[in-house]
């Protein structure tokens, strides 16, 4: 069966500093891969797609970046963290139907 | 712009009734819907997903689609506490990439 890892669970940065955030699937090979993020109360947006290695699709212009360097490993990463980029960031993986989510991160700035 | 409208809620129902969740969809070319259930601070999990016009039951749960209207719609019967929880909608367009998701409705089940 197929499962998702992401790590790790909760994350207090101070602002400036970098992130990277990695999510791998199992059990799957060449899987849509999405990042996620979610604000307190609100619903989820999408920052990132990946339909394959090395292509990755940014679908709101913001301090963060995305990689796919494996089949099936997706990282999420910033330079310098705002106060903003606070929030729970979901990486998710899309068979063709509904998304599967991993645990998710909480990432508080400070 | 392709959206997606969720009461917020809270909706609060009785423990043993019927709770009925619903959502609305702007693009008419559709083709997908989907509920999941967050619980808090945790990550969402699909529940059901129905494609066609009508009813599909599972379990305590029926998703309801009627593509006319543009809605959906979840039902939950003999409802219980542990339902709780936030209800997301997500609808599958012409992208085979991408869902668009509602903002939730936080329903509360009360003993």
């Known amino acids: 069966s197929q499962t998702i890892h992401q790590w790790p669970a909760t994350l207090v940065q101070p602002v400036g500093s970098p992130l990277s955030l990695e999510c791998t699937v199992e059990g799957t090979s060449n899987p849509n891969l999405y990042w996620y993020r979610q604000a307190a109360g609100r619903g989820l947006q999408l920052l990132f797609y990946s339909v394959g290695i090395g292509q990755i699709s940014s679908e709101v212009p913001q301090n963060l970046s995305a990689s796919r360097p494996q089949d099936r490993q997706f990282i999420l990463s910033s330079k310098k963290l705002l106060l903003s980029d606070s929030g729970f960031y979901l990486c998710?993986?899309?068979?063709?139907?509904?998304?599967?989510f991993g645990q998710g991160t909480r990432l508080t700035v400070v | 712009q392709k959206e997606v409208e969720q009461n917020s809620g809270p909706l609060s129902v009785p423990e043993g009734a019927i709770a009925s969740l619903n959502c609305t969809y702007s693009?008419?070319?559709?083709?997908?819907f989907f509920w999941y259930r967050q619980y808090s601070g945790k990550s969402p999990e699909l529940i059901m997903f129905i494609y066609s016009n009508g009813d599909k039951e599972d379990g305590r749960f029926t998703a309801q689609l009627n593509k006319a209207s543009q809605y959906v719609s979840l039902l939950i019967r003999d409802s219980q506490p542990s339902d709780s929880a936030t209800y997301l909608c997500?609808?599958?367009?012409?992208?085979?990439?991408?869902?668009?998701w509602g903002a939730g409705t936080k329903l509360i089940i009360k003993p």
């Open positions: 693009d008419r070319g559709s083709q997908s």
């Open positions: 997500a609808v599958k367009t012409d992208s085979n990439y991408q869902l668009i």
């Open positions: 998710a993986w899309n068979p063709g139907g509904g998304a599967f």
